[in-house]
């Protein structure tokens, strides 16, 4: 018997005349691992809350929803409570304790759990999620991981049947994704439980995957297996097959003939017998344009000298003599784990926080010099890691129509322009809470557009955005940069940092390591480097995109 079973189900949300899910079938076995993916606004999310009748949307709705054998709605909310559990992409909306422990117990507690039962599966739980060395710490005191992991633990002490997830990972550095989405798996292998997961970075979760289900406009659009998604995907010129891992995308650009790799490991093998017994002749692009400091000519916008911060008088420091200097027209990224101090950093840039040592310069004037607004005014903005922060209308229109500065004559030049940029014109007349994650970081990105600034601040800027629109941030980026804005960028996304940035600097223990070009960085790194990269390194020396292996294939062909 499936666990799920989603007959014909067809949502709108309110106003809207299009579908937010249109005849969606599905079958999920117990024990299945599948894994949902598509652009941002496609349904995923909406087709996740279904699957919690406490969590689903206002709407209309027609088809049903089984799970063993029993229509969904009929299930009472205990039943609901104990038998699916269910992940929210923001750990913050999803945690109401101010404890580690007492948000572990807090879901046995409203079920009325017997306190020695309840003792034991806390204890299991913080034992086999690693939790025994912050058990007692307050939640605020946890970092982006921790707060994730702690989410997780506290649905997974109730012992559900059923995991949803939806989007975990989008706030981890690389190796807290990887840690998180491994300890996934090991609760689907070891306890039986299904998973049912989206995601936009498929790199660890797609092999492991038993299915794979594609959504686009509402429907489904593909529901194969792993190693046959990417062939689909490719057939029909989807624009997903971008979203794909660097393995499956590096096998097509090569027309290889033999088996299509799915990991970085099956990659590293598929690479060697490809290329076979040949003489690599060409193992370098020679991308390399000399040391960092030689290309980091020309004019200083930002400069941190021997910078200090902390939030608290008796709190830790969180920057620790952070020194920085920043030239102008470049996309300057920022990567690092979380907790280490980089959106701290963005702020000290912008002011929101004040460094209790140290200079801050903003071209070459002290930033405390500038008068009230100034320093804003066509000058610095900042796009937050929570694009809520930024909503204060009704509607996405006249979010931006707040910001608007132009005359009258010419209002509505520079809002169709950004509309056009961000690609938010369907959006326009919903509310901005009813947006997906990736369309609430495009409409925040659109506000903060429209103050034309000189220096723009990102964190976690595609956070949430699918792979297909981060091809069109980038030529975005691009476009701001030859306009003169110099863009700070703190991220996660090493594909994406290695890709478009100029110069990637690392952050670990509240100031910068190492800055260097794309190319040196991530050829030089174990961990915070790219799939491509890893996959190729025994072979190239400096390829880091998929791009950079494909075209070392065909030279050495």
Request: proline share 4%; hydrophobic share 35%; with cysteine.
């Amino acid at each position: 018997m499936a666990h799920f079973e989603i007959k014909d189900l067809t949502f709108y949300y309110p106003g809207r005349e299009n579908p937010a899910l249109e005849h969606v079938n599905l079958s999920v076995a117990k024990g299945e691992y599948i894994t949902i993916c598509g652009k941002s606004g496609c349904g995923k999310t909406t087709l996740l809350r279904h699957l919690k009748g406490v969590l689903s949307p206002h709407g209309r709705k027609t088809g049903e929803i089984f799970f063993d054998g029993k229509p969904l709605e009929d299930m009472n909310l205990k039943e609901q409570a104990v038998k699916i559990g269910y992940v929210m992409q923001d750990p913050d909306d999803q945690i109401v304790t101010d404890k580690v422990w007492h948000e572990l117990a807090f879901g046995l507690e409203n079920l009325g759990t017997h306190q020695r039962t309840m003792r034991l599966r806390v204890a299991e739980m913080a034992s086999y999620f690693g939790i025994q060395g912050w058990f007692h710490k307050d939640v605020k005191e946890l970092s982006g991981g921790q707060k994730q992991l702690l989410s997780l633990a506290s649905i997974m002490v109730m012992q559900p049947e059923v995991l949803i997830l939806d989007e975990p990972t989008s706030q981890l550095d690389p190796i807290a994704a990887a840690d998180f989405l491994g300890t996934v798996r090991k609760i689907n292998l070891e306890l039986g439980t299904t998973v049912i997961i989206t995601e936009h970075r498929l790199e660890d979760i797609f092999p492991v995957s038993d299915r794979v289900i594609v959504l686009d406009k509402g429907r489904i659009a593909a529901d194969e297996r792993p190693e046959k998604i990417g062939e689909l995907l490719r057939g029909e010129h989807n624009d997903m097959f971008a979203a794909m891992p660097s393995p499956v995308q590096i096998y097509y650009g090569t027309k290889s003939q033999l088996k299509c790799p799915l990991t970085v490991r099956d990659g590293r093998k598929w690479l060697s017998e490809e290329l076979g017994n040949r003489k690599i002749s060409v193992k370098s692009l020679e991308k390399k344009d000399g040391p960092y400091e030689e290309k980091n000519a020309g004019n200083t916008v930002v400069q941190l000298k021997e910078v200090w911060f902390r939030y608290e008088k008796n709190s830790p420091d969180i920057l620790k003599g952070l020194s920085i200097e920043i030239t102008e027209n470049q996309l300057f990224a920022i990567v690092g784990g979380n907790g280490t101090g980089k959106s701290t950093a963005l702020k000290t840039i912008c002011n929101i926080c004040r460094p209790y040592r140290g200079k801050v310069l903003i071209r070459g004037r002290r930033i405390e010099k500038y008068k009230n607004g100034e320093l804003f005014k066509n000058n610095i903005v900042m796009l937050p890691q929570d694009p809520k922060s930024l909503f204060v209308k009704k509607t996405v229109k006249e979010e931006l129509e707040e910001m608007e500065t132009d005359s009258d004559e010419n209002r509505g030049i520079s809002i169709e322009r950004v509309i056009s940029l961000c690609g938010i014109k369907d959006l326009l007349n919903h509310h901005p809470y009813d947006l997906s994650g990736g369309e609430q970081q495009r409409t925040a990105l659109a506000k903060v557009l429209l103050t034309d600034p000189k220096i723009l601040l990102l964190d976690e800027p595609t956070k949430g955005m699918d792979n297909f629109f981060k091809i069109k941030f980038a030529e975005l980026l691009n476009e701001l940069k030859e306009k003169g804005v110099t863009i700070i960028m703190v991220s996660h996304d090493i594909e994406f940092c290695a890709k478009y940035a100029d110069n990637v600097s690392l952050f670990f223990d509240g100031s910068i390591i190492t800055s260097d070009t794309p190319d040196r960085f991530f050829s030089h790194n174990s961990f915070y480097t790219t799939a491509a990269n890893r996959m190729s390194r025994h072979i190239f020396s400096d390829a880091v995109t998929n791009e950079d292996v494909i075209r070392l294939c065909q030279m050495n062909r």
